[in-house]
């Protein structure tokens, strides 16, 4: 079985408080240590791998972000999925075989830009392009933004979360991320929405992975938060050091 498949069945038959849980390396070492601790893949972050690289969030120019996975992917024997922002301009092909060339499996791609949600046909039709060219090659994630820049009112933007989800399905999404969907809409979330969900999860405090899958979660992913982390026990390390 290749990685990619290996990768998509992790995604299959969760059962309800088990869900698949990915780590966010930002380099080859940190994802060594998380393989380490026995998880069967891993989600780079862009923001993480931003920080690695001393890049604002957003600002890492292609190349570099494609470098970085790629000595990711090369540091590990598990299956890599690689956050890949907005697309970086590239066309659908282009993308998908710059990121096939690192070795990742996966990609997870927005759909908002510049502070503001794209036309979600338009986001779509783009997904379904880079769905025709990866053919099964990628596992797709569709993250959602309505609740990070769209509606404030979280039910109003948990239901255009649903309506995104559906045409990002439709179009070959694998799963959808709606990203920063506060716990209680969770399972108004999957219960309309088809297939796998990306939720955001934490690494001290809040809800556990168990308890976010009992409330829908097929995956759990954590954007920045652990290079965050990692940043602050390096600083209470030197702080001793004078």
């Known amino acids: 079985m290749s990685r990619v498949e290996v990768f998509r069945a992790l995604h299959r038959r969760r059962c309800p408080g088990d869900p698949l849980v990915l780590p966010g390396p930002w380099d080859a070492a940190s994802a060594r240590v998380f393989v380490e601790a026995g998880f069967p893949a891993l989600a780079t972050p862009s923001a993480g791998v931003a920080a690695s690289l001393g890049y604002e969030d957003g600002q890492t120019p292609a190349d570099e972000m494609f470098a970085a996975v790629a000595r990711i992917v090369r540091a590990v024997d598990v ?4 956050d890949l922002e907005g697309g970086y301009g590239l066309a659908p092909g282009e993308l998908v075989e ?7 499996v996966g990609c997870n791609l927005e759909d908002s830009e510049d ?6 046909q338009r986001h779509a039709d783009w997904l379904a392009e880079v769905r025709h060219a990866a053919g099964g090659r ?5 993250r959602i933004d309505t609740f990070e820049v769209g509606d404030t009112d979280p039910k109003q933007a948990a239901e255009q ?12 999404a694998d799963c959808v991320y709606p990203i920063g969907a506060p716990v209680d809409v969770l399972p108004l979330l999957r219960s309309g929405i088809q297939g796998p969900v990306n939720v955001h999860g934490t690494v001290a405090g809040g809800p ?3 308890e976010l899958g009992e409330l ?3 995956r ?3 954007g920045p938060q652990l290079q965050r982390g990692a940043t602050r026990a390096l600083r209470e390390i030197v702080a001793d050091l004078g």
């Open 208 to 210: 556990s992975p168990t």
């Open 161 to 172: 979360a649903i309506e995104r989800a559906a045409l990002y399905v439709a179009a070959g």
């Open 98 to 104: 710059r990121l096939l060339e690192t070795g990742a």
């Open 79 to 82: 299956p890599v999925s690689a």
């Open 115 to 120: 502070g503001r949600l794209k036309d979600p």
């Open 220 to 222: 759990i992913t954590f």
């Open 138 to 142: 990628l596992f797709v994630n569709a």
């Open 216 to 218: 829908g979660a097929t």
